[in-house]
């Protein structure tokens, strides 16, 4: 995909994050329109995974430690064939498998999580499983930066570097924002990149947003052989529309009718204008 192209996609994938969770009048905003632009990198240009080879044991793993942003990773499965897009009109209502928060009964979905701190440690596993199969696919997890503080990531996080998985890549979506407030007065992370260096991780910044930097950082990985790596993407919360950026309310607040079409005004925008450019 050209460098536009991957960029119309992440504005679509913003208008199909809102309508859906307004549709469903449910579901966590601001961490799914962060992190999407992640996402779209990394299934449309780095994932070696697809419906056909989805139980090739051979294909690469994406196991989405924040699992509650499932909005995000719904849409970009639907965009990939893995399901219908018209089942995410059943989203979070009764009886509908489409959850808010990622679960195996989804085609395309590899773990269930949403427990923060349990899709490092899964990643872990399933990298360590690799080595010792002989397989050559790689395991991707995305982390939050309010969920890092959790303790069973630093048990995997030393465990990775212990077993030398390079064939393992964490992003971690640094919004700077959690449930309650900003992640540096609930429970300071950083120096997050001087922390896992230290346990034996090799660490790059990336802007978030910048999908040629996403794609570059994804694509050099593993940065030191014999090292995990941890792409750490600045990142903003609610990323898209302005009234939402920055916001903690947007953690899991779902716009009302006037505020959905402020937003689709300003995504429609911002498509013109990428088309024109
Ligand atoms: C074990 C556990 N504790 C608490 C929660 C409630 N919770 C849901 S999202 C969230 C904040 C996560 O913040 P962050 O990882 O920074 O996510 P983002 O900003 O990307 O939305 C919390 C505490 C949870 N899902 N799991
Ligand atoms: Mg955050």
């Not at 808010?100 to 899709?119: D, F, S, V």
């Not at 947003?209 to 990142?235: V, W």
Request: net charge negative; with cysteine; hydrophobic share 35%.
């Amino acid at each position: 995909m050209t460098e536009k192209e991957l960029a119309i996609k992440s504005i679509e994938y913003r208008r199909k994050i809102l309508t859906y969770i307004s549709g469903a009048n449910a579901g966590h905003t601001g961490g799914s329109l962060s992190c999407i632009d992640i996402l779209n990198v990394l299934y449309n240009e780095i994932l070696n995974v697809c419906p056909e080879s989805f139980s090739s044991p051979e294909r690469d793993r994406y196991i989405q430690s924040k699992g509650h942003s499932v909005e995000a990773l719904y849409v970009v499965l639907a965009d990939k064939g893995f399901f219908p897009e018209s089942d995410l009109n059943t989203l979070c209502k009764y009886t509908s498998h489409y959850i808010g928060h990622p679960t195996r009964k989804i085609n395309g979905i590899e773990q269930n999580t949403g427990a923060l701190g349990h899709g490092l440690p899964m990643s872990v596993g399933t990298a360590l499983a690799a080595k010792m199969d002989g397989h050559n696919y790689r395991v991707f997890t995305l982390l939050g930066d309010g969920e890092l503080p959790e303790g069973s990531n630093w048990e995997a996080i030393l465990l990775a570097a212990h077993y030398k998985l390079d064939n393992l890549c964490a992003v971690l979506d640094y919004n700077s924002l959690q449930i309650t407030g900003p992640t540096a007065e609930v429970c300071n992370i950083d120096p997050v990149d001087q922390k896992f260096e230290s346990f034996g991780w090799a660490v790059r910044h990336v802007d978030g947003h910048n999908l040629k930097q996403l794609k570059e950082a994804f694509e050099e990985m593993p940065y030191t052989r014999g090292k995990p790596s941890l792409i750490i993407a600045h990142t903003i919360k609610g990323k898209g529309v302005s009234y939402m950026e920055n916001e903690i309310k947007w953690h899991h607040g779902v716009p009302n009718k006037q505020q959905f079409t402020l937003a689709m005004e300003e995504l429609n925008n911002a498509y013109t204008a990428l088309q024109l450019g």
